[in-house]
């Protein structure tokens, strides 16, 4: 599909609503650490480089009613930018989910849904600090806290939850898939074939928009970039000004299953990009810096369908 059809097909698959509930999280700390809302990664931090984000997590909520949201948290990198063993009672980190919503063009004040503050003491009976009882960090390498809540929002995805459980699968055959179809996506962005490349994400991006509220100058907008939308991260200073873009290596990747096994997709499996998607690039940005964009590539194979496709 050319542009200006995609642009013209998904406007006519959002619905617009009076009220339109965005939920946030926001996140400051110096620990690595991972997002799950209802099983699905909304963000991955693995770098020496602060945590400090601010995320929509509207795309991983299919429908009103109860949502989970589960925190992995790692060891830092020290100043050699080597992670450390264990986790320590110095670290710090700080959640907070919020409810917002689009009213007549602009955000509401945002209501408070989670606060969480990673404790330095055990509680007392009553709950309070115990001041005299510090919390021993000093042995894990990887603490997992969850967290229920309730979103109410006008819309109703079908996202993964009809998909095919892929543990199910032959492994070597969803490989072979998945592996082909991380090279044709390779390929296309490569080639700066963008309007194949937007056509494989079609779906995808139409549920993501919806979930949003996308008005048509806004789906204009992200449909006629060159590319794809990423997560950035400039890294070390480059020892050229020459644009160079070099995509990454799926040699040092490994499959993720998530969404009680419906969703998949490669990541790096080890060093500073671990965990994130193996789909992006390195290149120099307009200051000098190396760069390193991590694209989202989710993979689902539909009910009745043995054909995989992205479902974000």
């Not at 926001?26 to 931090?45: A, D, K, M, Q, R």
């Not at 009213?103 to 509401?108: F, I, N, V």
């Not at 009680?260 to 290149?283: Q, T």
């Amino acid at each position: 599909m050319s542009t200006e059809e995609r642009i013209t097909y998904i406007s006519s698959k959002i619905k617009k609503y009076k009220d339109e509930p965005l939920y946030q999280i926001e996140i400051e700390t110096l620990n690595n650490f991972e997002i799950l809302i209802n099983g699905f990664p909304v963000y991955t931090h693995n770098h020496l480089l602060p945590g400090t984000i601010k995320l929509n997590i509207n795309p991983a909520l299919l429908k009103s009613g109860s949502q989970n949201l589960e925190v992995k948290l790692y060891p830092r990198y020290n100043s050699q930018n080597i992670q450390n063993e264990f986790l320590s009672n110095k670290d710090s980190f700080i959640l907070k989910m919020e409810k917002t919503s689009w009213k007549d063009g602009s955000l509401e004040e945002p209501e408070l849904i989670i606060n969480y503050e990673l404790p330095k003491y055990k509680t007392d009976n009553h709950g309070e600090p115990d001041y005299e009882k510090p919390i021993d960090y000093s042995k894990q390498n990887e603490l997992i806290k969850n967290f229920n809540f309730t979103a109410k929002i006008p819309y109703e995805l079908k996202g993964w939850s009809e998909s095919e459980d892929l543990s199910k699968v032959d492994k070597e055959i969803l490989m072979n898939k998945i592996s082909n179809f991380y090279y044709t996506a390779i390929d296309a962005f490569k080639a700066k074939n963008y309007d194949y490349l937007n056509t494989l994400y079609l779906n995808a991006d139409i549920e993501w928009y919806q979930s949003e509220y996308f008005s048509k100058e806004t789906i204009r907008k992200f449909q006629s970039k060159e590319g794809r939308k990423g997560k950035s991260i400039s890294t070390t200073k480059a020892n050229t000004t020459l644009y160079e873009q070099k995509m990454f290596s799926q040699k040092d990747s490994k499959l993720e299953l998530y969404c009680d096994n419906r969703v998949i997709r490669l990541v790096h499996s080890s060093g500073p990009n671990k965990g994130n998607s193996a789909f992006g690039y390195e290149d120099i940005d307009q200051n000098g810096m190396k760069r390193e964009i991590f694209i989202d590539l989710f993979l689902h194979i539909p009910k009745g369908s043995k054909e995989l496709e992205i479902i974000r």
